[in-house]
């Protein structure tokens, strides 16, 4: 009985394997360390400060790509997926770029230097194939110290353009966490210098 069902079992293989999904590749907001990244990450430990759980809209909290199409359709990229959930893909690029800019002390050293919590809330993650990718987000400052300290809300906006592909699409998200980071650096570095509480500057 077995060598007669041999010859029919083979064929069946076939068709699961000419039906297996598409390959998926897998991306991230993290961008590559470059030795230029390195070289101006400070090291001062002057401020220490967390991240917290990054919020962001239900229609793009999801392990897929989700791409807007020129026809203004939405659409998730079959085979395009985040490496980690999106959310925290987000914090985690985040708080990376932060620590490069400005430095962070270890816990146990934190005593009477800043503390800031950080909470970003994203309104908008598009993502245009071929034309551009945007952020934008709500996000504010504590101190968590324990003493009366500054409180600060902002909001920003990161449109950055990009080519064909989503390797290019994810390389202008990348760039858009990162000009998120840099209106956060310079908000906390203006209460650590002088306690002034200001958005930056557009």
């Not at 987000?90 to 708080?95: G, N």
């Not at 034309?131 to 110290?145: C, F």
């Amino acid at each position: 009985m077995n060598r007669l069902r041999w010859p029919w079992a083979i064929p069946a293989m076939l068709v699961v394997a000419g039906c297996a999904s598409t390959p998926l590749h897998y991306h991230t907001l993290v961008p590559a360390s470059t030795p230029e990244a390195a070289a101006t990450a400070s090291v001062s430990g002057s401020y220490h400060f967390e991240v917290e759980a990054v919020r962001i809209p239900a229609q793009v909290d999801r392990f897929e790509l989700v791409a807007r199409q020129r026809t203004d359709q939405i659409a998730l990229v079959d085979g395009e997926v985040w490496i980690a959930p999106l959310a925290d893909e987000l914090r985690s690029a985040l708080s990376l770029e932060l620590i490069r800019q400005l430095g962070s002390a270890e816990a146990s050293q934190v005593r009477d230097e800043l503390v800031i919590a950080i909470r970003v809330e994203v309104e908008r993650f598009e993502s245009v194939p071929g034309n551009y990718a945007l952020i934008e987000a709500s996000w504010s400052l504590s101190e968590g110290s324990g003493r009366p300290g500054a409180t600060l809300a902002c909001r920003s906006r990161a449109h950055e353009r990009v080519g064909e592909g989503y390797i290019a699409l994810v390389r202008g998200h990348q760039r858009a966490v990162i000009s998120l980071a840099d209106e956060i650096a310079a908000a906390i570095k203006q209460i650590g210098a002088n306690g002034n509480c200001a958005c930056p500057a557009k």
